[in-house]
């Protein structure tokens, strides 16, 4: 398997996802704008959200995917089948119970979560009415993460890499059809939230029936590795999910300043989970089971080569990313979301969110490159340990920024939260010689730097005035960006080709 081929495969798919995300969050901009009842749905949809990473892509695939692949390689087919079985069927349970307190207690969540919404007593109801419809999602994606895990170490990464195409599809069917019959109008979106889970689940399980892995209904509670995994999931929560449990905290500070505050929280992070699921997921899931493998071999050179080809590829890709989020943020919100009850103001506060967010965008994307680091050699304690200064780190930086530069102090947080956490991560490889850089960064580097600042001189002269984007509309403006943001991925990656990069040189085999 070639890793440069799936990563091209998952990105592709996950290009097609994040297109469809922009137009949903285009409908959902147009319709309903950025105001009260958009806060309303956004908290009800984080919660579930968070929910899902936490249980499941973060502590779920982290603690499952090593001990998975020890079993396929170590124990055959049988003893495999019987540990997914037995992890499914308890997961299963736990997310029942969990979903069952979500809707009992979605008054108290919603409290907690947005304490500043209490003083408004409709949009504090409207959104304690969506969580309760949104909560039974977490039962569902989690799911559908424990067979993309499973389906991953078959690699057969399309698949998961499709399922989201599906979720943003069933956005756009309630914006727009389903919006019309429903009271308030907003309901549709978590409607199209609950059906999202169950299609998402369907699509993916004849594919875990074909390898042989469609789950089965199995509790043992003497099963040893089944408690191997649940064991690390608890640990696993604070080591892959600091910047959600940062997201969340910073949902209660946004529920406190202006109206729209969350919702241009989430315009931004719109724009960074682009290039955050194009690289840094989609690298970070092919690397984890290869990782995993190569540590059942106790292969350890081939095990650092896999994390510098992961950082090399992260740093080529991911640099350019944020300076192109940092420089032309008014141009993309502006192309994007300004349109009907979205306005020049609501792109203008965005902004200065997707700013912060930018600053952080490679520390961001590097946690998920780093971690698996440690998570494939099923070390938890380190991660942990790291994920906790960081969060504790973010939050203190949260309360030095809130005041002074608002909602954009909470997104500055995140992202300086993000590389201090991939600094440590990064630190604590090398010093237990887990990973050991090859030859030619100091090169490499500078043949980076000479490119991004080709890039930055073609956006800088390219965009001309913010002003001009606010006051222009339709497809002269969809025009004008994709020549900018064409220009500057020609001028980036020419001057790369000048230097002497070739995409061979990035071409690695899996294990």
């Known amino acids: 398997m070639n890793l440069l081929k799936a990563l091209a495969t998952i990105s592709s798919l996950t290009l097609v996802s994040r297109i469809l995300a922009f137009m949903r969050d285009v409908l959902i901009a147009r319709i309903f704008g950025a105001g009260a009842a958009t806060d309303a749905f956004f908290v009800a949809f984080k919660l579930p959200n968070l929910l899902r990473r936490l249980f499941a892509e973060g502590a ?118 389903l919006a019309p019959y429903c009271n308030p109008p907003i309901l549709a979106l978590a409607w199209a939230v609950f059906i999202a ?130 420089m032309i943020g008014v141009p993309l919100l502006a192309t994007f979301f300004q349109h009907g009850a979205y306005t020049a103001h609501d792109v203008l506060m965005a902004r200065q969110a997707l700013t912060g967010y930018s600053v952080g965008l490679i520390g961001m994307i590097l946690v998920k490159i780093l971690a698996p680091g440690f998570y494939a050699r099923q070390d938890i304690r380190t991660p942990v340990k790291i994920g906790i200064v960081t969060l504790l780190a973010t939050q203190a930086m949260n309360a030095l920024f809130i005041g002074w530069i608002q909602h954009a102090g909470l997104a500055l947080s995140i992202g300086l939260g993000a590389c201090l956490n991939s600094a440590i991560l990064f630190y604590y490889l090398k010093k237990n010689d887990i990973y050991r850089p090859e030859p030619g960064w100091a090169k490499f580097s500078g043949k980076i730097v000479l490119a991004i600042a080709a890039l930055a001189l073609t956006l800088w002269f390219g965009m001309g005035s913010e002003q001009s984007w606010l006051t222009s509309s339709g497809w002269p403006r969809v025009l004008r960006l994709t020549a900018l943001v064409t220009g500057g991925i020609v001028a980036y990656f020419s001057v790369l080709a000048l230097l002497g990069f070739r995409l061979r040189d990035f071409s690695k085999k899996g294990v």
């Not at 890499?161 to 069933?170: Q, V």
Request: with cysteine; net charge positive.
């Open 197 to 326: 889970g169950i299609v998402q689940l369907g699509f993916q399980l004849p594919f875990l029936s074909k390898i042989g892995m469609l789950p089965a209904f199995r509790l043992n509670f003497r099963d040893e590795g089944m408690w191997r995994v649940i064991r690390q999931m608890g640990p696993a929560i604070f080591g892959v999910s600091i910047a959600q449990i940062s997201l969340i905290i910073n949902t209660i500070f946004a529920s406190f300043l202006a109206a729209g505050s969350v919702s241009w929280l989430y315009y931004a992070d719109r724009l960074m989970e682009f290039p955050s699921g194009l690289l840094g997921v989609a690298i970070g899931t092919i690397l984890l089971p290869s990782l995993s493998k190569c540590h059942a071999k106790n292969d350890r050179m081939e095990y650092s080569k896999l994390l510098d080809w992961g950082l090399r590829l992260t740093v080529l890709l991911t640099l350019p990313s944020a300076l192109a989020l940092g």
């Open 60 to 177: 779920f695939s982290q603690a499952f995917v090593p001990i998975f692949g020890e079993y396929r390689n170590r124990k055959g087919q049988d003893e495999t089948k019987l540990l997914v079985d037995h992890v499914t069927t308890m997961l299963a349970l736990i997310l029942f119970v969990v979903t069952l307190i979500g809707i009992i207690a979605a008054p108290v969540f919603v409290y907690i979560s947005a304490p500043g919404f209490v003083k408004d007593a409709e949009k504090y109801q409207l959104t304690v009415q969506m969580l309760r419809i949104t909560s039974p999602y977490i039962f569902f994606i989690s799911l559908v993460s424990v067979a993309a895990a499973i389906l991953n170490t078959y690699n057969k990464f399309w698949v998961p890499a499709a399922a989201p195409i599906l979720l943003n599809a069933c956005f756009i069917a309630g914006a727009l059809w």
